[in-house]
């Protein structure tokens, strides 16, 4: 499960220029934004038999406090981060990241760009 929030000193500022309501709305549509936003990019780049893993991915917000993003399947870490598996460890798995890049764009810069698209609504 990867987890995604807000550093609060990203929110300081945006918290004084707004109502405590409509900052609440704000960072909540930001954080499910993000939270579809990396689940999306993670369906389209998971590796694909069934899709089974491919279904699996969803987000959950918090309200106020962080989105989860993630699955539940058994083999999901094993195609993430590759490593050994099966009888006697005896089958090497390449890592095929499909989480990470998208999360990690989040972590870059995209997620605040999210945050500002939604506190430009309210500040207008």
Known sequence: ??????????LNALKKATDSASYKKAV?????????EVSKTGKDNSPFDT???????????TTGKYVEIGTD??????????GRTGRGHRTVIKARPYMTPPYERMVGGQAIDFLLKEFDKILK
């Open 1 to 10: 499960m990867i987890t995604y929030r807000f550093d609060q000193s990203q």
């Open 73 to 82: 399947v058994d083999y999901a870490r094993i195609h993430e981060f590759g």
């Open 28 to 36: 909540d549509v930001a954080l499910f934004n993000i939270g579809e």
């Open 51 to 61: 899709g089974t893993l491919r279904r699996s991915i969803e987000s959950n917000v």
